[in-house]
């Protein structure tokens, strides 16, 4: 299968931009953004899990643990349709806005684009995994001028501290600026779910406060829900209302007492 890990090879799994607003959930009104069913992922004959259930709702934080190889980043990919489940199913609801972070890769060196471009892709690529675009968004737009969509990436890259340096070429950044452009980028088309993976690798305690600053901050002005594959517990643990873990191929669901 050919990896689509590396973000500038994802530009299928960006959304179509329609909103240059926020949106205005009430806190009260959590809508059902995904829901996970019986999912089993076998690759041959090795079993990664099987009976994985667990939903997630708007606002709502969900921590994706386990070991190295126990299938978080198979599991993250197979929302996004870019594996096949074995078995069960998983729903994403129709028309919601998804932003991923894909676990960190080098990006090819001779890559010619800037931090500032990586991050218009999170705006500009097409939506070719979902095949429809929603125009039930409030204040639902198919189409923005280059000013909106500037507004937009400078917005993002504002808000993950990047400007300094988002000019410059990308394989000149450091790990952690490089980090910093990917999340701007799943944050550029304001997206309603947000799929993470190890976002917080490669970032100093700082910023890695601030991505979470960012992302409780998106809980309560987009009711924003995330699902956040994390082997760093601390930053997060104020965050988080599920916790998803993944132990000999099944998936444990509970609360924040589930931590080691
Ligand atoms: N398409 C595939 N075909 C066969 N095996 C695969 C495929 N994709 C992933 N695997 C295997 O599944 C296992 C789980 O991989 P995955 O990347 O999901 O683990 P992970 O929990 O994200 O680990 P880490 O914490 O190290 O990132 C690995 O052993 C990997 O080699
Ligand atoms: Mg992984």
Known sequence: ?????????????????????????????AKRLLSVKQAGMQFGQRLLWQHVNFSIVSGEFVALLGANGTGKTTLLRSVLQLNTLT????????????????????????????????????????????????????????????????????????????????????????????????IAQALAAEPDLLLMDEPLLSLDAPSQQVVCDILAHRKHTHQTAVLMISHELEPIKPLIDKVVYIKNSRAQVGGIEMLP
């Not at 890769?105 to 800037?114: A, M, N, T, V, Y």
């Not at 198919?142 to 504002?158: E, F, H, P, T």
């Open 1 to 29: 299968m050919k990896d689509h890990s590396n973000a500038v090879t994802y530009e299928y799994c960006q959304r179509m931009p329609i909103n240059c607003q926020p949106l205005s959930h009430p806190p009260h009104t």
């Open 87 to 182: 078995t069960g199913e998983i729903h994403l609801t129709r028309g919601i806005q998804v932003g991923y972070v894909p676990q960190l890769k080098d990006f090819e060196p001779k890559l010619p684009i800037r931090g500032r471009d990586l991050v218009k892709l999170g705006i500009d690529g097409e939506n070719y995994l979902f095949g429809f675009i929603n125009p039930k968004r409030p204040n639902g737009r198919l189409w923005q001028s280059n000013r909106q969509k500037k507004y937009l990436v400078d917005k993002a890259i504002a808000e993950v501290g990047g400007e300094a340096f988002c000019d410059a070429p990308l394989n000149m950044l450091s790990g952690g600026e490089q980090q910093r452009m990917r």
